[in-house]
């Protein structure tokens, strides 16, 4: 069984339990295939879920590694935006928050997420939440 390396681990292996369940004389066998990259930002997004109000995921709209981080924070409760740019953003999104996670897709430039960062940071400072408020 081959799946694309940014598919959720979990999704996959409930997709070869069934198969092999399908097929009880067969052999499958599947191989992770998860790049490290998408391993650990996986893994940093698990831990934010936890921690803050809201996730902010940055990357290309046809991203899946970025879209599988929103879709994962979605799945646990917590309030999830993927966005390509600080212009995405909506204040909005923000008011009552205690604390606001960023993250990326693997593909992401250190340039986007330090601009969607320094969005985030002026968008608290409006609101009146910095010094007060964390960005994760």
Known sequence: VICQTTYQQVKAGEIVTAIRIKNPGAEIRFVDSTCEPTRQ????????????????????????????????????????????????????WFEGCERVGLSAGT??????????????????????LVGQRTIE
């Not at 590694?65 to 935006?81: I, K, P």
């Not at 593909?107 to 009146?128: F, H, K, N, Q, Y």
Request: charged content about 25%; glycine content about 12%.
């Open 41 to 92: 930002r996986i893994a940093a997004v698990q831990d934010l879920i936890g921690k803050v109000d809201v996730l902010v995921v940055v990357g290309g709209k046809n991203s899946n590694n970025t879209r599988q981080q929103a879709l994962m924070a979605e799945a646990a409760g917590t309030t999830a935006f993927h966005v390509q740019g600080p212009g995405d953003l909506q204040a909005e």
């Open 107 to 128: 593909s992401t430039m250190d340039e986007s997420i330090d601009a969607v960062e320094a969005g985030l940071r002026r968008i608290g400072e409006e609101l009146g």
